[in-house]
């Protein structure tokens, strides 16, 4: 009986400090157990099946989150004697502010911006466990826990677990620096021991978005009466810009009929003839899963436009007014410009013109990027930033025979019923020189041997976008342009309103200039032929000849359009979408 009671005594002596010790300060076997959730599998929610391949980001599994960097609180402001200041002093300013430059969540929607995580509740923590939270890449995003930036979280967060947020603060630019991809780290340590869990998330890529999408806010410029014009633009003929109340009218009737709203905006106190809204800039898209389908963001990429002026090298002043007018609640403006102006004529070729998009087709289900270059080539840094977002490959054709050099002069994306569902108009100068010769029968030499060098360069063009595209030359709209030659230049330029530089409204209504063509009977056979060509499609014909067309451009170019692009397959998905798009 001693022996055993002896024994007893022996046990219970062994295991009373651990059935003693405080509940406050329990002994601890192993290292703290965190664990961290995100959206890994892409449904909006946060459950268990987000566990699998969370260390890891694929193009078919891993988080995402969006560059947080619209204006949800209209807080961002422009002065007006900012507008025209020369230097880019004020651009880097106005760059600087937005909805992920403060230390605050900036209301619901600004919150709806931002990617949810989850750390679980850890019950077993004592009163001195600590806990961190790290981000790779630092200064691309950063994490929020009850409404305020956090790093640190305290035993009574990690026991009671914590709902986190996290904010995008900028965009992939160049994937040799930063690939767009951060890793998330939570670490905590109790008694001496570290336990840490991660999660590796994404930025949102920019989409652009294509022609066949309707358009639901058509954007142009309404002139400063009275006021002068500051130099700095390509060189304009005498009367132009001009006549704008027929390109008004007309443009708002074609976008009236398409269901479509028109802003008008005021360009800058001294450049108020820098009317090209087109040229100002991309618009883009930034999405994200969330429930009830993507949560998307605009972004509205700034073209690279820095001009050489007497003063200093000054971006465009043009694009600031993106940011007085169009910058606000889920729409962020970004821009990648150069320390200096471009050489010579490469500057036209960083306009948004010059920047188009092919839709979706086999191979490629949310389509291509397509821009100009060749002797005369985009800023190289501008240009990397809009093709490395890595899911719209791009398509380059040789535009620096062209006067201005933009992609939009020769090729328009339309519907088309073969099987991709769209086809390619193309400028056509020997089909408008043929046209020509019906109307007179004689026609100068010289224009004849221009048009056929501009036919020979389409050509050329459209050997790339036939072979990167499959469309045969059968299925291609052809539309009659004239070119000439740009005095002083010596490269080509659109004679007639350009047919093919218009603007879709839908997939089957389209704004095009009228083209002032030859008449034969009383009737423009270049717009007798565009009709014939588009059949299906209804055009709306805008006057845009004193407007734009002196000013060596067209009603594309004095336009941009933000579009319906919730119908477009994700980008992180195989499946169409069914979210809503912004406004």
């Not at 988080?63 to 961002?76: G, T, V």
């Not at 230390?103 to 077993?124: C, E, K, S, V």
């Not at 820098?274 to 993507?294: H, I, K, N, R, Y």
């Not at 704004?511 to 709306?540: E, K, M, T, Y």
Request: glycine letters at 10%; hydrophobic letters at 40%.
């Amino acid at each position: 009986m001693k022996r055993w009671t002896a024994g007893i005594a022996t046990v219970l002596t062994a295991v009373t400090p651990a059935l003693t010790a405080s509940p406050a300060t329990p002994a601890l076997t192993a290292s703290p157990a965190p664990r961290l959730t995100a959206d890994v599998n892409r449904d909006g929610l946060l459950t268990r099946a987000d566990d699998a391949g969370k260390h890891s980001w694929t193009d078919g599994r891993g988080a995402i989150f969006l560059p947080n960097l619209d204006d949800d609180q209209h807080r961002c402001t422009v002065d007006p004697a900012d507008l025209d200041a020369p230097g880019r002093a004020v651009d880097d300013k106005l760059a600087a502010c937005n909805d992920s430059a403060d230390d605050r969540i900036n209301g619901p929607r600004d919150a709806a911006d931002l990617a949810p995580l989850t750390i679980d509740a850890q019950l077993n923590l004592s009163n001195q466990a600590t806990g961190s939270i790290a981000i790779s890449s630092a200064g691309k995003a950063r994490i929020f826990a009850n409404g305020r930036p956090v790093t640190t979280l305290t035993a009574d967060q990690l026991r009671h677990g914590v709902r986190l947020q996290l904010e995008g603060r900028d965009i992939v630019r160049d994937p040799a620096r930063w690939d767009g991809r951060i890793t998330v780290t939570l670490s905590v340590t109790d008694h001496g021991r570290t336990g840490t869990d991660n999660v590796r998330m994404r930025v949102a890529p920019l989409m652009l978005q294509n022609d066949l999408q309707p358009a639901q806010t058509v954007l142009a410029a309404q002139p400063n009466k009275g006021q002068g014009w500051w130099g700095g633009t390509p060189p304009y003929q005498d009367g132009a810009p001009g006549e704008w109340q027929p390109f008004a009218k007309t443009l708002r009737k074609a976008t009236i009929s398409a269901g479509a709203r028109l802003q008008f905006v005021k360009g800058t106190p001294e450049g108020w003839k820098d009317m090209w809204l087109q040229d100002t800039f991309e618009p883009a898209t930034a999405s994200m899963p969330a429930v009830g389908g993507p949560h998307t963001m605009r972004i509205l990429i700034r073209s690279g436009n820095v001009w050489d002026l007497p003063s200093a090298d000054t971006p465009r002043p043009a694009g600031r007014l993106l940011y007085r007018d169009l910058r606000g609640p889920d729409i962020g403006i970004v821009q990648e410009l150069g320390n200096t102006a471009s050489p010579g004529l490469d500057d036209l070729l960083n306009m948004g013109g010059n920047i188009e998009s092919l839709p979706p087709y086999d191979g490629y289900p949310h389509g291509r990027i397509v821009y100009g270059s060749g002797e005369r080539h985009p800023d190289r840094g501008f240009i990397k930033m809009v093709t490395s977002q890595g899911y719209q490959p791009p398509v380059v054709i040789d535009t620096s025979w062209l006067m201005v050099g933009h992609a939009d002069e020769t090729t328009h994306v339309v519907r088309a019923d073969n099987a991709r569902g769209w086809t390619l108009a193309v400028a056509d100068p020997r089909l408008a020189a043929r046209l020509l010769r019906d109307v007179q029968h004689h026609v100068d030499r010289q224009l004849l041997a221009d048009n056929e060098a501009a036919a020979r360069h389409i050509d050329d063009q459209l050997k790339v976008l036939l072979k990167a595209t499959g469309l045969r030359a059968d299925e291609l709209v052809r539309l009659p342009v004239l070119f000439d030659r740009a005095p002083g230049f010596g490269l080509l330029k659109a004679m007639t309103p350009d047919l093919v530089n218009g603007l879709s409204l839908t997939d089957r209504e389209i704004a095009l200039p009228d083209p002032h063509g030859p008449r034969l009977n009383g009737r423009d056979v270049f717009r007798q032929a565009a009709d014939q060509a588009l059949s299906g499609i209804r055009v709306h014909w805008v006057e845009d000849f004193f407007w734009a067309h002196l000013g060596g451009g067209e009603v594309h170019c004095a336009t941009n359009a933000l579009r319906d692009t919730s119908g477009a397959t994700p980008w992180w998905s195989g499946t169409s979408a069914t979210g809503t798009s912004p406004r």
